[in-house]
């Protein structure tokens, strides 16, 4: 993904899904025109027009960086790739906002990236319930100081729920 950027500073937002499709194909970024019912989703819910558009303000990133077929990822490997996921992050200095896509995203996020104990953590679907999206503000600490805005969502192609377009709260 990085070498999709040739300013590593112009992105303000980073979307994290759980893992890459098992198709290659089906990529974002390996196949930006060819649209697919995530990034159908995936940019009704960012409310962009295109590829470019979300290119121009966003980056997309994995949670998980091998792909499993399993409902759940498992605890070890959401703190293994955590790793991963915030060393990519970092090469993005100008992320305020995060839109995090998933129950294992969140997780991953809420325990690795926030370093929050698990009795701190609200239960996803009771997080989502009453919007179908939450927001947050907070410091992530591999990041700095700084306080960034937390947007958490359904995934745009898992289960029956869809969470409404966001856009006119991100910056």
Same mark, same amino acid.
């Given at each position: 993904?990085?070498a999709?950027?040739?300013?590593?500073g112009?992105?303000? *937002?980073?979307?994290i899904?759980?893992? @890459? $499709?098992?198709? !290659?194909?089906?990529? #974002?970024?390996?196949?930006?025109?060819?649209s697919n019912?995530?990034?159908?989703?995936?940019?009704?819910?960012l409310?962009?027009?295109?590829?470019?558009e979300?290119?121009?303000?966003f980056?997309?990133?994995? *949670?998980?960086?091998?792909?499993t077929? @399993? $409902?759940?990822? !498992?605890?070890?490997a #959401?703190?293994?790739?955590a790793?991963?996921?915030?060393?990519?992050?970092k090469?993005?200095?100008?992320?305020?906002?995060f839109?995090v896509?998933?129950?294992?995203?969140?997780?991953q996020?809420?325990?690795h990236?926030?370093?929050?104990?698990?009795?701190?953590?609200?239960?996803?679907?009771?997080?989502?319930?009453?919007e179908?999206?939450?927001?947050?503000?907070?410091?992530v600490?591999?990041l700095?100081e700084?306080?960034l805005?937390?947007?958490?969502?359904?995934?745009?192609?898992?289960?029956?729920?869809r969470?409404?377009c966001?856009?006119?709260?991100?910056?």
């Amino acid at each position: 993904m990085r070498a999709a950027y040739s300013d590593l500073g112009a992105p303000r *937002a980073a979307v994290i899904g759980r893992d @890459s $499709p098992m198709n !290659p194909d089906m990529y #974002l970024y390996r196949s930006p025109r060819k649209s697919n019912r995530f990034s159908h989703n995936l940019f009704e819910l960012l409310g962009v027009r295109d590829f470019e558009e979300f290119k121009a303000r966003f980056v997309l990133t994995d *949670a998980i960086r091998c792909h499993t077929t @399993s $409902p759940h990822v !498992p605890q070890n490997a #959401l703190a293994f790739c955590a790793k991963h996921l915030g060393a990519e992050l970092k090469l993005f200095p100008n992320l305020g906002t995060f839109v995090v896509l998933g129950d294992d995203a969140y997780m991953q996020f809420q325990q690795h990236l926030l370093e929050r104990n698990p009795e701190q953590i609200k239960p996803y679907e009771d997080l989502m319930k009453l919007e179908g999206w939450a927001r947050e503000e907070a410091r992530v600490p591999i990041l700095g100081e700084r306080m960034l805005s937390i947007f958490y969502c359904y995934h745009p192609t898992r289960g029956y729920k869809r969470s409404p377009c966001i856009a006119q709260w991100l910056t």
